[in-house]
């Protein structure tokens, strides 16, 4: 595999600002034989090729001393060529040889990837935040000729609040989210010795909180 990214990043007047390209390269292949009576009669073998790049920008606009606008957005393209493989040699169990069964695949994926977000401060130790912003996993191809599985989607919430007091020696952070996933790339075991990944849709819920407070200069509680 091969991964190379560059950014560009500055700040104009009010505006805090980062532009990149990402490019990412990999061939990748597995091999799964299966052991019959001491020997491997089948091999189930799946060869891919992806090939990724990305442009991305980021900034945040300052609109007054209390008040800022995050603005994102990623454009995403994605190729991905498979070859899934069954092969045989039985010859250890009285059967034929070698046999093979070769399936071309491929699967290509565009995605813009936006994200907003606001912040506001309502004093220098205490700001609040919300934002939202879509994001993607890729797809894939499963072993045993199975059909391909899909990107997985997901569009995250989030809300929170960041303070410090008693001089600065406490923080204390609160945050809620929710995930709303499409697609959502889970592994499904099919016995006796078959794991293919399935796409589902799914919603996550969530509420985090943390405080550390620094008692002295040697002890810390979070």
């Known amino acids: 595999s091969f991964a190379q990214e560059f950014n560009l990043i500055g700040e104009t007047g009010p505006v805090k600002w980062v532009v990149g390209a990402y490019y990412f390269h990999e061939n990748f292949d597995i091999n799964l034989p299966v052991v019959i009576f001491g020997a491997a009669p089948v091999v189930q073998a ?37 070859l899934s493989n069954l092969s045989s040699n039985t010859t250890a169990l009285g059967g034929p040889s070698v046999a093979f069964v070769d399936v071309p695949g491929s699967l290509k994926t565009d995605r813009f990837l936006p994200k907003i977000g606001l912040q506001f401060k309502f004093s220098d130790d205490v700001n609040a935040y919300a934002q939202w912003q879509r994001g993607y996993k890729s ?58 990944v399935r796409n589902a849709d799914a919603r ?19």
């Not at 606009?61 to 190729?79: K, M, P, Q």
């Not at 997901?154 to 007091?165: M, P, R, S």
């Not at 996550?204 to 979070?222: D, I």
């Open 46 to 82: 799946v060869r891919e090729k992806t090939e990724s790049f990305a442009l991305f920008a980021d900034a945040t606009i300052e609109l007054s001393d209390r008040f800022a606008v995050n603005l994102g957005g990623r454009y995403n393209h994605e190729t991905k060529d498979f």
């Open 139 to 196: 797809g894939g191809q499963n072993l045993q000729l199975l059909p391909q599985y899909a990107p997985e989607g997901i569009d995250a919430y989030e809300v929170g609040l960041k303070t410090q007091f008693a001089d600065r020696r406490a923080t204390f952070n609160l945050a809620a989210f929710y995930y709303d996933y499409s697609g959502l790339q889970l592994t499904a075991n099919i016995p006796p010795a078959t794991t293919i």
């Open 204 to 222: 996550v819920y969530g509420l985090e909180g943390e405080l550390t407070f620094n008692a002295t200069e040697n002890f810390k509680l979070n």
